[in-house]
């Protein structure tokens, strides 16, 4: 089969690979139909993530078509089509029993890679590292599908598959986000980072009955889409302070609730991001944090920053004083997909929400650097790049 492989930083090829065969009695094989690129890949690209090898499969937000089932698989049969969770659980283990999937004990077959940075490892994730798993991801023509029952969701009846598509990872993860503020009435709820996982965290405070959501960016079609799709009032970095800003719109509070959709690649104008350029460049901090920072600063005294951006390791200046000080819950995690996509599910065929404004640029699979270029420079109005195997 066809597959986009990665074979160094920046460097993806298409190549062909051994098609996937059922490795465990759980597993199912998909049929990829739609597989999108997420921010997350870009650190892989970057080369932030390491214990990638040369021709690891990427990709993790997907859905398809059941081939083939493993005898262990109950839920599923031949024909179905499903949407899949990026992370992997067991659906055994205490994490997964208690709804935290990202935390299975038992989906990581690489444990001892992120225990000894970690301490303890996280679930797998498709096509995320071998700290991750190791598993082939879904940027291909098909995909073995550990803990199939868990982690495929079937797509309701006359929903477009666009609409359900990023059920998979980006909305789950923005529902997280919001999830996470443990919202109230009347709260306003800050959102930094106005990609895909951003913008579902918009429309997720809302559904939580936030009764105001704030977007902040620096691309004005992605403030546009804040503005028209997700009812957020919109801020733009270069253009205002966004401290001042944010103050004044709470009547000198801060925000109830900030959401950090951006994670270690930030982006500022401020003096600590050339700091923190040159420090991640030389590899003697590995993350960016200045969106992480920003949240801290403007978050109302005794309320939540909820931190869905991915952090990969270590980070300075971070403003303990403030958030001590001032009382902050701090909450974060890689999203529980299969607590959340049911749900979501719901939201999409009741058209509460509809996602598929993400989906900017289908592409085929031949084109993985054009995809990934466009996606990562934000050019052409770019959202989303889903692959179409
Ligand atoms: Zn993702
Ligand atoms: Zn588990």
């Given at each position: 089969?066809?597959?986009?492989?990665?074979?160094?930083i920046m460097d993806l090829r298409t190549e062909t690979v051994p098609d996937p065969s059922i490795l465990n009695s759980q597993d199912a094989i998909v049929r990829v139909t739609m597989s999108s690129v997420c921010g997350s890949d870009l650190h892989l690209l970057d080369g932030y993530?390491?214990?990638?090898?040369?021709?690891?499969?990427?990709?993790?937000?997907?859905?398809?078509?059941?081939?083939?089932?493993?005898?262990?698989?109950?839920?599923?049969?031949?024909?179905?089509?499903?949407?899949?969770?990026?992370?992997?659980?067991?659906?055994?283990?205490?994490?997964?029993?208690?709804?935290?999937?990202?935390?299975?004990?038992?989906?990581?077959?690489?444990?001892?890679?992120?225990?000894?940075?970690?301490?303890?490892?996280?679930?797998?994730?498709?096509?995320?590292?071998?700290?991750?798993?190791?598993?082939?991801?879904?940027?291909?023509?098909?995909?073995?599908?550990?803990?199939?029952?868990?982690?495929?969701?079937?797509?309701?009846?006359?929903?477009?598959?666009?609409?359900?598509?990023?059920?998979?990872?980006?909305?789950?993860?923005?529902?997280?986000?919001?999830?996470?503020?443990?919202?109230?009435?009347?709260?306003?709820?800050?959102?930094?980072?106005?990609?895909?996982?951003?913008?579902?965290?918009?429309?997720?405070?809302?559904?939580?009955?936030?009764?105001?959501?704030?977007?902040?960016?620096?691309?004005?079609?992605?403030?546009?889409?804040?503005?028209?799709?997700?009812?957020?009032?919109?801020?733009?970095?270069?253009?205002?302070?966004?401290?001042?800003?944010?103050?004044?719109?709470?009547?000198?509070?801060?925000?109830?609730?900030?959401?950090?959709?951006?994670?270690?690649?930030?982006?500022?104008?401020?003096?600590?991001?050339?700091?923190?350029?040159?420090?991640?460049?030389?590899?003697?901090?590995?993350?960016?944090?200045?969106?992480?920072?920003?949240?801290?600063?403007?978050?109302?005294?005794?309320?939540?920053?909820?931190?869905?951006?991915?952090?990969?390791?270590?980070?300075?200046?971070?403003?303990?004083?403030?958030?001590?000080?001032?009382?902050?819950?701090?909450?974060?995690?890689?999203?529980?997909?299969?607590?959340?996509?049911?749900?979501?599910?719901?939201?999409?065929?009741?058209?509460?929400?509809?996602?598929?404004?993400?989906?900017?640029?289908?592409?085929?699979?031949?084109?993985?650097?054009?995809?990934?270029?466009?996606?990562?420079?934000?050019?052409?109005?770019?959202?989303?790049?889903?692959?179409?195997?």
């Open positions: 089969m066809k597959a986009i492989c990665y074979n160094g993530v390491p214990t990638m090898r040369e021709g690891d499969i990427i990709g993790h937000e997907f859905m398809g078509e059941v081939v083939e089932t493993g005898p262990g698989v109950k839920k599923l049969r031949k024909g179905d089509k499903v949407v899949v969770g990026s992370i992997l659980g067991c659906g055994e283990c205490s994490f997964c029993q208690q709804q935290a999937w990202s935390l299975c004990d038992n989906s990581n077959p690489n444990a001892h890679i992120p225990e000894k940075l970690y301490g303890h490892a996280p679930a797998g994730i498709f096509g995320y590292s071998h700290a991750f798993g190791g598993y082939a991801g879904s940027h291909a023509e098909y995909i073995r599908v550990p803990f199939a029952d868990n982690g495929c969701f079937k797509v309701p009846e006359g929903v477009r598959d666009e609409s359900v598509l990023f059920c998979s990872d980006a909305f789950p993860t923005g529902f997280m986000a919001a999830d996470m503020c443990d919202i109230r009435p009347g709260d306003i709820v800050a959102v930094w980072g106005c990609g895909g996982v951003g913008l579902m965290a918009m429309h997720s405070a809302y559904l939580l009955g936030a009764q105001l959501v704030i977007g902040i960016d620096r691309f004005p079609d992605r403030l546009e889409m804040a503005r028209t799709k997700a009812n957020a009032h919109v801020l733009n970095y270069e253009e205002v302070d966004v401290q001042e800003a944010l103050k004044e719109l709470t009547g000198g509070r801060g925000p109830d609730r900030c959401i950090d959709a951006v994670g270690m690649e930030a982006h500022s104008d401020g003096l600590d991001y050339l700091y923190d350029r040159a420090k991640q460049t030389v590899r003697l901090q590995t993350d960016r944090p200045t969106v992480l920072r920003e949240t801290i600063i403007a978050c109302r005294k005794g309320g939540t920053v909820s931190i869905v951006g991915v952090y990969g390791g270590l980070i300075d200046k971070f403003p303990m004083g403030a958030a001590m000080n001032k009382g902050l819950t701090l909450k974060m995690g890689q999203q529980h997909a299969q607590k959340y996509i049911p749900r979501l599910l719901d939201y999409v065929a009741s058209g509460q929400v509809d996602p598929a404004y993400l989906l900017t640029h289908p592409m085929s699979l031949d084109k993985p650097m054009e995809g990934y270029k466009l996606f990562k420079e934000k050019k052409d109005h770019c959202l989303r790049v889903v692959f179409t195997p």
